[in-house]
């Protein structure tokens, strides 16, 4: 069955600090892979996506994501945080053909200033 | 472009009640999805459609029902609201590839 697993719920990263969110799938073909951002009351956002190719994606707002097919995992990473990140990041995934995302259940990212 | 536009933005109910959701795609998106967030569950998927076709269902009571107008718009009714269909209801649209936007919601409270 396809899944997506987020297993850190909270991060907490001071201002500046590097900054890696996990995010690991189960699924039997290559899937197609998003993350996306919530700000509290909003909707959500677009980070970055990957579907072939190059296994490193660059996104909006300084984000990064590597696709690593023997690890099963999508993880995102920002070199320096700002204050402003401070949301929830959402891993998800689909594949070609098929209209439905499986989400991942979230982590909330703190950034202390 | 405008983004996804969703109505209202907040929503309040009782049991029993029955409620419509709006959501107006990006244009010329011809796809529009629906999920449901809450804290216990996360996002599920409801439902999606195309063309005024539902093309794939979530695993969600028959309570919940969607459908497609001509010019993409869509909308989503929950009838006979439980208290545990309080959520913020998200819709999506979608152009040709996998690359979805959201709108910004409907927080639905029921009491």
């Known amino acids: 069955a396809q899944s997506v697993t987020q297993p850190d719920i909270h991060i907490t990263v001071s201002e500046g600090a590097s900054l890696e969110l996990r995010c690991n799938y189960s699924?039997?073909?290559?899937?197609?892979l998003f993350w996306y951002v919530q700000s509290p009351g909003q909707g959500l956002q677009l980070l970055l996506k990957y579907f072939s190719g190059d296994t490193l994606v660059q996104g909006i707002k300084g984000f990064e994501a590597e696709f690593k097919r023997s690890q099963s995992s999508f993880n995102l990473r920002k070199p320096s945080v700002h204050w402003s990140d401070a949301a929830e990041y959402f891993c998800a995934l689909t594949s070609s053909g098929t209209y439905k995302y499986i989400f991942g259940t979230g982590t909330r990212l703190k950034v202390l200033a | 472009k405008a983004g996804v536009t969703q109505t209202p933005r907040y929503l309040i109910k009782t049991r029993g009640q029955q409620v419509t959701l709006s959501c107006s795609p990006i244009?010329?998106?011809?796809?529009v999805s629906w999920y449901q967030q809450t804290p216990g569950q996360g996002l599920q998927f409801l439902f999606e459609y195309f063309s005024e076709t539902q093309r794939n269902k979530g695993n969600f009571p028959g309570r919940f029902s969607g459908r497609q107008f001509s010019n993409s718009r869509s909308e989503m009714n929950v009838s006979t609201l439980e208290l545990g269909d309080s959520a913020l209801y998200l819709c999506?649209?979608?152009?040709?590839?996998?690359?979805?936007?959201f709108g910004p919601g409907t927080r639905l409270t029921v009491l």
């Open positions: 999506a649209s979608r152009l040709a590839d996998n690359e979805q936007f």
């Open positions: 699924y039997g073909a290559t899937p197609y």
């Open positions: 244009s010329g998106h011809r796809s």
